[in-house]
């Protein structure tokens, strides 16, 4: 395992980035893009442990827990800007009109430190699956070509698989990689509330069925 500091947050906090794996295609598996929806965090954690004790062959993750650091330590969606990092990616669809706050989408797009890191980490990188673990109502959002990943996942959980979440999310991390970067990316929505066991007991394994179809069927 490598960890490294992908980047600063707005409160200058290490993003923390791990790496496991040495062959194979590369996952990127993302945590506390919101900082309220520890459901995500608390599955991002628990993959850390594991794979801290034996990882997937045929594949290089990389695992960023805690990408809105300062959202997450202050429970609260946002980071401490008050930008929704999650509308603020450079997407072609991205408008600085402010819906509301809670979708406040910055300045300008990409003006967060966050956000900055994380695209520059994926312009040398260039994963071949993302994984962004939030928490609301149970959903497996797709966007670009992952639907046996998501498929693997919903045999375990039960969870819908949809392409789009029902509502415009414009400067949204599925738009920007999943979209208009040809990078497939899985907006997996875990169930508010859900107790940190239960998350441990079936997301957890859940993620992991939905890697070894990556580890599998892509060569590398
Ligand atoms: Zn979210």
């Known amino acids: 395992m490598k960890s490294y500091i992908l980047g600063h947050s707005r409160l200058k906090l290490p993003i923390m980035a791990y790496e496991f794996g040495s062959a194979g295609p590369r996952v990127?598996?993302?945590g506390g893009v919101h900082g309220d929806e520890s459901e995500g965090v608390v599955a991002a954690q628990a993959l850390l442990g594991v794979f801290s004790q034996s990882t997937l062959p045929n594949l290089q993750i990389t695992l960023i827990p805690m990408f809105n650091i300062d959202g997450v330590l202050a429970c609260r969606r946002t980071n401490s800007a008050g930008?929704?990092?999650n509308r603020n990616l450079p997407t072609k669809d991205w408008s600085p009109e402010i819906a509301t706050e809670r979708y406040h989408p910055g300045?300008?797009?990409?003006s967060e430190p966050e956000n900055q890191?994380?695209?520059g980490w994926l312009t040398t990188h260039a994963p071949r699956l993302i994984i962004s673990?939030?928490?609301?109502k149970p959903l497996l959002n797709t966007n670009g070509d992952c639907l046996r990943?998501?498929?693997a996942i919903a045999r375990h959980t039960g969870y819908p698989i949809q392409p789009s979440i029902g509502y415009p999310t414009p400067g949204c991390?599925?738009?920007y990689t999943g979209l208009e970067r040809g990078i497939p990316t899985l907006t997996y929505e875990i169930e508010r509330q859900l107790s940190p066991d239960k998350i441990v007991a079936t997301h957890v394994p859940a993620i992991?069925?939905?890697?070894q179809v990556m580890a599998t069927t892509s060569p590398a």
Do not use: F, K
């Open 133 to 136: 673990l939030h928490s609301w």
């Open 149 to 151: 990943v998501a498929e």
């Open 117 to 119: 890191a994380l695209t």
């Open 208 to 211: 992991i069925e939905g890697l």
């Open 83 to 85: 930008v929704d990092l």
């Open 28 to 30: 990127l598996l993302i």
């Open 107 to 110: 300045p300008y797009a990409n």
């Open 173 to 175: 991390l599925g738009t």
